[in-house]
């Protein structure tokens, strides 16, 4: 491995560490809810009555995953699910007010949270983040392998 790619394998590694923990830490304080349910209710919270079909793909998870993830939200009472009138194979789900709540309620927190990073940082070392995350965002995904 190169010295660049070693330098970005270990840089990722500790920001996924430290995002998961410094996002979710205290967030919840009274409830277990994973990085995958919040990003759910997020998309829930912004655009309900869509199928698990699309969550799995706004999610970029496997329907199974999501499949679990919604029977666990709706069990929670964070998000119900409908058959859809028009085609009955398939379940809108829609964002109950107490999952609208709690989005809104850590969307708030984690505003708060990346308000502090940035003032923390350097307006050079901001102008960098900007610049730097997009393309490496674009590099991660154009690498993603093709369905099927």
């Known amino acids: 491995m190169g010295a ?4 970005l394998h270990h840089l990722l590694l500790d920001l996924v ?10 967030l919840f304080p009274d409830r277990a809810l994973s ?3 919040l990003f759910a209710l997020h998309e829930l919270d912004h ?6 079909r699309e969550l799995a793909e706004r999610l970029d998870l496997e329907k199974s995953s999501v499949s679990r993830l919604v029977a ?6 964070l998000l ?3 058959r859809d009138p028009g085609n009955r194979r398939l379940y809108r789900l829609e964002i109950t007010a107490e999952g609208r709540r709690l989005h809104r ?3 708030h927190s984690l505003h708060g949270r990346y308000e502090r990073w940035a003032s923390a940082m350097t307006p050079e070392e901001r102008e960098g983040l900007a610049l730097g995350v997009p393309a490496l965002l674009r590099a991660m995904r154009a690498d993603r392998p093709g369905p099927g």
């Open 4 to 7: 660049d790619a070693e330098h």
């Open 17 to 26: 560490r430290t995002a998961e923990f410094a996002l979710m830490d205290r």
């Open 80 to 82: 119900t699910r409908h």
């Open 105 to 107: 309620s850590a969307a």
């Open 47 to 52: 655009g309900g009555g869509i199928s698990q």
């Open 72 to 77: 666990d939200l709706e069990a929670a009472g």
């Open 35 to 37: 990085v995958s349910q």
